[in-house]
């Protein structure tokens, strides 16, 4: 079975550019979730969709920061314009509806943005 | 709220010898508790989940963990330590609402 995939792998880009990241969950999973992964925050959760609706974005830092997610395939997380802060490894991961209580994630092998 | 504490933030250990990585967690309702490995360029992988039943639940690589209820607690164990299993290790309390919290993570070095 195929994981989660992301991609690009890495970027590199100049401050004040648009980044965006893409996420191809585990199929048949409902949730979708974006984390951001630094040596000094540690991994924060940015936003999580439930069946394609964001269910909670409270973790987006800033209005520069935005996610959305089309179809049950597929999902961006979007930087504009982007700063040197945001320098760091993006994470989706995936898991499927709860049957019972809470499932565990499904983690991609992640994007590392570096912001000059 | 919940949240979920990693005392450790590194621990070192010699090959062959055994591990323990702490976790202690809050949340109002019964836990849902995970433990994940992260190693170095990849995404985190679960190693072991505790739902509900026996508060000793078995993972993968050798890796056990035991809840306990009166101490908030969700510790990683495994009897022999091997070079491969440097990495870092998050404990995470999930919720009702889907969504899991993890704590800071524990650094695991291995002294040949």
């Known amino acids: 079975d195929a994981g989660v995939i992301q991609s690009p792998r890495h970027e590199v880009t100049e401050m004040g550019q648009e980044v965006t990241l893409r996420c191809k969950p585990i199929?048949?999973?409902?949730?979708l979730f974006w984390y951001r992964q630094t040596m000094m925050r540690g991994l924060e959760l940015l936003i999580y969709?439930?069946?394609?609706?964001?269910?909670?974005d409270s973790g987006m830092p800033e209005d520069r920061f935005s996610a959305k997610m089309p179809n049950a395939s597929f999902s961006t997380l979007k930087i504009q314009p982007s700063e040197p802060r945001d320098s760091a490894v993006y994470f989706c991961?995936?898991?499927?509806?709860?049957?019972?209580?809470?499932?565990?994630?499904?983690f991609g092998d992640g994007t590392r943005l570096s912001i000059l | 709220a919940q949240s979920v504490t990693q005392p450790d933030i590194h621990i070192t250990v010699s090959e062959g010898a055994s591990l323990e990585l702490r976790c202690n967690y809050s949340y109002g309702a019964t836990p849902y508790l995970f433990w994940y490995v992260q190693s170095p360029g990849q995404g985190l992988q679960l190693l072991l989940k505790y739902f509900s039943g026996d508060t000793l639940v078995q993972g993968i690589k050798g890796f056990e963990a035991e809840f306990k209820r009166s101490q908030s607690s969700f510790n990683l164990r495994k009897p022999s330590v091997h070079w491969s299993d440097a990495a870092e290790y998050f404990c995470a309390v999930g919720t009702n609402a889907g969504k899991s919290t993890f704590g800071d993570g524990t650094t695991l070095t291995v002294k040949p």
């Open positions: 991961a995936s898991s499927p509806d709860r049957v019972s209580g809470n499932q565990p994630q499904h």
């Open positions: 969709f439930n069946n394609n609706v964001p269910i909670d």
């Open positions: 199929s048949g999973h409902d949730y």
